[in-house]
Structure formats: C-alpha cells, structure tokens
Nanobody, 125 residues
Framework: QVQLVESGGGLVQTGGSLRLSCAAS????????MGWFRQAPGKERDFVAA????????YYADSVKGRFTISRDNAKNTVYLQMNSLTPEDTAVYYC??????????????????WGQGTQVTVSS
C-alpha cells in the first residue's frame, strides 16, 4: 500500500500562485509515476500532470502547460505542483495519485492505484 497526503491548497486571487505537495509513504517503490488530478464542482475528475520518479519525465494536460510545473524530491518521497497564473477555472479539489509502471501518458483515473484525500484550491476573481 502507498499512502498519499496532499497539502498546500488554499484561497488565492486570479493571477496568483500556489504550490501543492504530496508526501508518499509505505510501499513507495510501487509509485514510480505520481500524478495530479483535479475535480471541480459538478464536473468529472481530470488529469493535470504526471511525473516519473525514476527519471523526472513529465506530462501535462494542455490546459495547464506553461503555467503548472510538476517536480519531485525522491529523497523526501514528495511530489510538488507549482501553479502559476491561476484563474477561477483552476478552482477544484486537487488529488495526488500514484501508480506503478513506466508510461506517464496513461492518464485515466482507473490506471492510478493510490489516491490522496484531496486539497481544495480556490481562485477568486
């Protein structure tokens, strides 16, 4: 089992920035790929970004390219999501997720085995 705990959410104004963190514990060798998803009220959970812990390769949703950056600190078993130029459309609960394997372009929810509890990000206009 892998346990994931997100932190760093909050309220920010349009154009502002936030950094989310996701700390992994347990069988972390089973979590070579870490991802971030988000779910806005009344909408489906969508993929945001993923990183492969073994080599740092990254993959982003088109909606966040150039604004969000995913990174990792393997020594701390932690993944980060730096979010810049935030807009109200970024308001959502952000979830950290993890899966084994190598292909970071597989972004379906069902592909991810482990999930955090989520952290709320609210962007005011």
């Amino acid at each position: 089992q892998v346990q994931l705990v997100e932190s760093g959410g909050g309220l920010v104004q349009t154009g502002g920035s936030l950094r989310l963190s996701c700390a992994a514990s347990g069988r972390t060798f089973s979590s070579n790929i870490m991802g971030w998803f988000r779910q806005a009220p009344g909408k489906e959970r969508d993929f945001v970004a993923a990183i492969r812990r073994s080599d740092g390769a990254t993959y982003y949703a088109d909606s966040v390219k150039g604004r969000f950056t995913i990174s990792r600190d393997n020594a701390k078993n932690t993944v980060y999501l730096q979010m810049n130029s935030l807009t109200p459309e970024d308001t959502a609960v952000y979830y950290c997720a993890a899966k084994s394997g190598y292909n970071i372009a597989v972004i379906t929810i069902s592909a991810y085995e482990y999930w955090g509890q989520g952290t709320q990000v609210t962007v005011s206009s």
